[in-house]
């Protein structure tokens, strides 16, 4: 594929997260055991919405959490709120005196200045593959003495991928096109990002190939067309609705979309932001459930 038709992009350079006004702020939460498991006596903090959902997978207690307009786990209920995750307030983690801040390694470059500067030792974590995130799961789960709830969790994601494994053997993979979309405009997702991921887990072929590790790239409608993917995915991020009805709006006036095979089959798919985020998170069982049934339809796949 040419540069020239398609430019890289960086997930920092999408508006990902949208702010809400910061809540009351409340003391942080007390630490407890689990299971008859130790207690926890690290003081931690989860900066984004994904490693907030993982902690509470892991059964571990949190001293901050993010402003997020999602719902938290009600385990951390009246946690003090530290900001945005791409701005997170670096006072306010501070004051809670942490022993483990962590961030995800696709808000790394935005981050690691800002989090040395303020004298905080971030760790970013990489969930921008199932394997990925399956390593740090284990890891954690070793760190803090959460071995069988982390165990559990990857075996959940192993059993759901041998399923699909064994559901699409033999059939037709089809070809797929992401779109990453936010409030204003839209990238294509390669197979190096988290949705990508996930589309290969579940048998689809990503039209976007070979881009040296980027994750996202600038849209070329025109080449785009030529691949004619059998099946299109959007993915709505930010502001949901404001960019589905974007997407919505991109499709009915650009003439060149009744030419893709997928429009003209109906097979253009809006995704869940809960379930497909721009990193990985808990919910790969639901998410693979979605995609299966989004490219192999019942009808071709039974």
Known sequence: MKKSLLLSFSLSSLVLFACQPMVEQAGPAEDKSH?????????VIAT???????ADALELELVGIPTSYKDLPTRYEGVTEIGNPMSPDMETIRSLQPDSVWSVTTLQVDLEDPFLQAGVDADFLDLQSVESMTDEILQMGEAYDRREQATSLIDSFTEKIEQVENETKGLQPPSVLILMGVPGSYLVATEHSYIGDLVRL???INVIQGENEAEYLASNTEYLQQANPD????AAHGMPREVIDMFNEEFQTNDIWKHFNAV??????DLEELLFGTTGNIAVVEALDELQKMLYPR???R
């Open 299 to 301: 009808n071709e796949s």
């Open 202 to 204: 579940a048998g689809g």
């Open 35 to 43: 299971n008859g498991e130790s207690e926890q006596e690290e003081r």
């Open 264 to 269: 003209k089959t109906d097979r253009v798919y």
């Open 48 to 54: 984004t919405v994904s490693t907030t959902e993982l």
């Open 231 to 234: 099946v299109i995915l959007r």
